[in-house]
C-alpha cells in the first residue's frame, strides 16, 4: 500500500532523509548488479550509505572497496542447506571469518562488489538474506534460540517471527524509518532475547479474559543501547499470539511517521517514547489496532543474558539440545564446515546462533550425545568453557569496523583467556566490550563492560585506552552499569581487571553475583581499588 510522507516538507530535515526522499534504501538492491558488473570504482561515493539497505557496510579503509555483509538469521534458526551455503560463502569470499553477531546474525568480512550478485543468489537459493539487515529499517528479529524445544517457553514463537520478519523484509512501505529499528519477540520466560534494549519487545505474558487464561505477551517499547541508553517500557496491554503481527505493524508505522527525523542522534524510538510517554503512545496504538485488554501477568524466571552451556532437556521425549562457547563469537568457514556435518551425522542438521554469540545444536537423541561430544572440534568450541572466555562478548572493533577507535575482539579473547589461567570465582562475570559508543556489543548490560576510546600519553602520542563501568543487568526490569572514573590504556587493561576481580573475590559473600555485590557496596569501593592499582602502576604509560 502506499503511504504518504508527510514529514517531507520539513524544512529542518536532517541530510539522511533528504537522501532518503530522493531515493529509497532499498533500490540499491537494483544497482548493485550494474556496480558488480562495472567494479568498484563505479559506485559513486554518495551511494555508498545506500548500501547499508543490502546489509552490507564498507569496511575500514573504505576506499580499498571491501564490504561487510551481515546475514539476517531471525530467532537464530538456520538449517542444515543455511549454515553450508553461509560457510562457502565465508570460505570462498570471505577469507574464511565467521562471526556471530549480538542479535543473533552472522557477519562476513572482506567481500568485493563483483562478489555480491553471487552472494545473493546463494542466500536465496537457502531462504536467507541481508536486505535490511542495517540502514533505517527493520533489522533481523532477535528470538529465542530455542523456540519449540524450550521447557521454559510459554508457547513456540517459531512461526510468529517468521511471520512478522516476513512482512517487514523489503517491504518498502517500511523501509524509511527515521532510524534502525530492532523487534524482539520471545515467549522464554528467561529473557533469552534481552528484551529491555530493543525498541520493540514482545514478552511472555498471561491473562484471564472471561474466565480463560490466555497465554500471549507484553509489549515493551523505547529500548535501546548508543551514548545515550534507554531501557524499554512496557505498554499497558496485552496482546495475544494472532495479533502480534498487526501490533507490529502499527508500533512500526507510528514509528515511522511520528519519529524525529531532525537530528539524527535523536532519531531512535526510545526518544520518541522519551517523549511522549507511554500512555500517550498506547493511545497511538489502539487509533491503528482498536482497543486492546490491559496487561496480564509476567512470569519471569532469572535472566540467562543468551547463554545456554550444556546438555538440555528438550519438549521433545528423548532428544537433547546443547549449547557450546564459540569464543568471542568468532569460526572459521572449515569449523562451521564442520558443525554442519556433525549437526546432521547426530541430530537433523540444524543449528541456533544466540545474542550471547554463541551457538546451539539441537535436536540430539540422547544416545547420540556423547559420541557428538567427543568430536575432536568440540575441544575449543565446548559446552562448559572457561569462566571467562565462557561470558565474553565483543563487537567487530578497528579490525573492520569504520567507528571503532580501538582494537576488541581479539582483546576481549585474550583478556579472558588471560584472566582464566590467573583467576577462579564461584560466579561468572559477564565482560563486553565495545569500540565506540554504538555499543553493538552491548557493554551496558554486562558486570563489568569496556568502552574504547582513544588518548594521548606523556609523548603526546594517541594510543588506545578503555574506560571500564561495572554492575549491568536485565533482571527486575535492567539495570545499566556505571563508569568508574579513569582511561585505562590498552596494555595495562588485564592487570586493572584482575585487580577488581581480586577485590571482588575477597569481598564478596559465596555465591554472590557481581551484580549483587555492586549493588550492595556501591561503586566507591571498586572506584578506590582502581585508583590504587592505577597509583601503584603510575610508573608505567600515564595518561
Request: hydrophobic content about 40%; aromatic content about 10%; glycine content about 8%.
Amino acid at each position: 500500500m502506499a503511504y504518504v510522507k508527510h514529514w517531507a516538507n520539513n524544512e529542518k530535515l536532517n541530510k539522511t532523509e533528504l537522501k532518503k526522499l530522493e531515493k529509497d534504501g532499498l533500490k540499491i538492491l537494483e544497482d548493485i548488479p550494474y556496480y558488480a558488473a562495472n567494479g568498484f570504482d563505479s559506485i559513486p561515493k554518495d551511494q555508498w550509505d545506500l548500501f547499508k539497505w543490502a546489509g552490507l557496510y564498507l569496511q575500514r579503509p573504505k576506499e580499498d572497496g571491501y564490504f561487510m555483509m551481515r546475514v539476517n538469521v531471525p530467532s537464530g534458526f538456520l538449517t542444515n542447506a543455511q549454515v553450508l551455503a553461509l560457510a562457502g560463502i565465508a570460505r570462498d569470499y570471505g577469507r574464511g571469518v565467521f562471526d556471530i553477531t549480538t542479535r543473533q546474525a552472522i557477519q562476513f568480512h572482506w567481500l568485493e562488489i563483483q562478489q555480491i550478485p553471487d552472494i545473493f543468489a546463494r542466500l536465496e537459493a537457502v531462504g536467507l538474506s541481508s536486505a535490511g539487515a542495517c540502514g533505517d529499517i527493520t533489522r533481523t528479529i532477535v528470538g529465542n534460540p530455542i523456540a519449540g524445544l524450550d521447557p521454559n517457553e510459554l508457547f513456540d514463537t517459531s512461526s510468529i517471527v517468521k511471520e512478522v520478519y516476513d512482512y517487514f523484509q523489503k517491504n518498502e512501505d517500511f523501509s524509511n524509518l527515521p532510524r534502525k529499528y530492532k523487534v524482539s519477540i520471545s515467549a522464554n520466560i528467561n529473557n533469552a532475547s534481552n528484551a529491555e534494549i530493543n525498541c520493540v519487545s514482545f514478552t511472555p505474558a498471561v491473562k484471564v479474559i472471561d474466565g480463560v487464561e490466555k497465554k500471549g505477551f507484553h509489549l515493551k517499547v523505547g529500548g535501546g543501547l548508543s551514548s545515550r541508553p534507554f531501557l524499554a517500557q512496557t505498554v499497558d496491554v496485552f496482546i495475544e499470539p494472532e495479533r502480534t503481527l498487526e501490533v507490529a505493524i502499527a508500533v512500526t508505522t507510528i514509528f515511522r511517521d511520528y519519529g524525529f527525523r531532525e537530528k539524527r542522534h535523536l532519531a531512535r524510538l526510545k526518544f520518541l517514547i522519551a517523549d511522549w510517554g507511554v500512555e500517550k503512545f498506547r493511545e497511538k496504538l489502539e487509533e491503528y489496532t482498536g482497543p486492546l485488554p490491559t496487561k496480564g501477568e509476567e512470569p519471569a524466571g532469572e535472566w540467562n543474558a543468551g547463554y545456554f552451556y550444556g546438555v538440555h532437556d528438550q519438549k521433545q521425549a528423548g532428544l537433547k539440545f546443547l549449547g557450546f562457547n564459540v569464543p568471542v563469537g568468532r569460526l572459521d568457514a572449515e569449523e562451521v564446515f564442520e558443525l554442519a556435518r556433525i549437526s546432521t551425522k547426530y541430530g537433523n542438521g540444524e543449528i541456533r546462533t544466540c545474542n550471547s554469540q554463541n551457538l546451539i545444536i539441537p535436536n540430539i537423541p540422547d544416545e547420540n550425545v556423547d559420541a557428538l561430544l567427543a568430536e575432536p572440534i568440540f575441544q575449543r568450541i565446548t559446552i562448559n568453557p572457561n569462566s571467562f572466555i565462557g561470558h565474553a562478548v565483543s563487537c567487530t572493533g578497528i579490525e573492520y569496523c569504520n567507528l571503532a577507535l580501538v582494537e576488541t575482539k581479539e582483546r576481549m579473547r585474550l583478556i579472558a583467556e588471560e584472566l582464566d589461567n590467573r583467576l577462579a570465582l564461584d560466579v561468572p562475570v559477564r565482560m563486553h566490550m565495545v569500540g565506540c559508543p554504538n555499543s553493538c556489543g552491548q557493554r551496558q548490560i554486562a558486570d563489568i563492560g569496556f568502552q574504547g576510546i582513544q588518548v594521548r600519553n606523556k609523548n603526546k602520542e594517541m594510543i588506545e585506552a578503555y574506560e571500564i563501568y561495572v554492575g549491568g543487568t536485565l533482571n527486575d526490569g535492567g539495570q545499566f552499569n556505571q563508569k568508574l572514573k579513569g582511561k585505562i590504556p590498552a596494555e595495562q587493561l588485564t592487570g586493572v581487571v584482575e585487580h577488581l576481580l581480586q577485590y571482588f573475590s575477597a569481598e564478596k559473600t559465596a555465591g554472590e553475583s557481581f551484580f549483587s555485590f555492586v549493588k550492595r557496596i556501591g561503586i566507591e569501593p571498586l572506584q578506590t581499588a582502581l585508583d590504587s592499582y592505577l597509583e601503584i602502576q603510575a610508573h608505567g604509560v600515564s595518561i
